[in-house]
């Protein structure tokens, strides 16, 4: 069974860097053609993938949002890490991670974490 | 903003066939294929359809997608109240080089 879960701040000040972790379990990152993503969602709008990193350590990017987005993953720790740089309020959202497989869609998503950027 | 583009909202009574539409363009629908998720109120996604058609271990019958060129669709028959809920399209964009998400449709049972 695959779960993950998304960890860090719920409170985040103004110009401020965001990091949030991703702890899964159930899958390895090292098996081909497997990536992770995080997603977004503010309130009451649509959601929006920010990154994703592939088992060889490919990235994507939001084109929109790529200079202040940085992907990692630690195999050994089953984790990925999103950092985003100079938060602003209109970064209020969800934060989601979920696993991709080869072909497939996003499945399963974590609980998600609500990240509110407020001085 | 998203390059998928879905109606905000739709709507049926319970039993009936609901059809939501996500138009894209040659760079991502027309290229790639399409994934559809429903979002139940205060909950995360769930993959509902995957590659266009296909289903998921789990999710009812009821639920059927399909793609033609620049464009996808995701029917639900027999709709139920627990189908109340918001359903987002999306596929990856080759000239954007990521995945995209379409605009979502609340979908109401009456």
């Known amino acids: 069974q695959i779960t993950l879960k998304e960890s860090g701040p719920t409170l985040v000040q103004p110009t401020q860097t965001l990091t949030l972790t991703c702890t899964f379990s159930?899958?390895?990152?090292?098996?081909?053609?497997?990536?992770v993503g995080w997603i977004r969602q503010p309130p009451g709008k649509a959601l929006e993938c920010l990154a994703l990193i592939y088992w060889d350590d490919d990235k994507r990017y939001s084109p929109s949002l790529k200079s202040r987005l940085t992907i990692t993953k630690d195999t050994s720790k089953n984790q990925v890490v999103l950092t985003m740089t100079s938060m602003d309020p209109v970064d209020t959202a969800t934060y989601y991670c979920?696993?991709?497989?080869?072909?497939?869609?996003?499945?399963?998503w974590g609980q998600g974490t609500l990240v509110t950027v407020s001085s | 903003q998203s390059v998928l583009t879905q109606p905000p909202s739709a709507s049926g009574t319970p039993g009936q066939r609901v059809t939501i539409s996500c138009s894209g363009s040659s760079s991502n629908i027309g290229s790639n294929t399409v994934n559809w998720y429903q979002q139940l109120p205060g909950t995360a996604p769930k993959l509902l359809i995957y590659?266009?058609?296909q289903r998921p271990s789990g999710v009812p019958d009821r639920f059927s997608g399909s793609k033609s060129g620049t464009s996808a669709s995701l029917a639900i028959s027999g709709l139920q109240s627990e189908d109340e809920a918001d359903y987002y399209c999306a596929a990856w964009d080759d000239s954007l080089n990521g995945y995209v998400f379409g605009t979502g449709t609340k979908v109401t049972v009456l």
């Open positions: 979920a696993h991709m497989a080869p072909g497939e869609g996003f499945d399963p």
């Open positions: 590659s266009n058609h």
């Open positions: 159930g899958f390895s990152l090292s098996t081909t053609g497997v990536s």
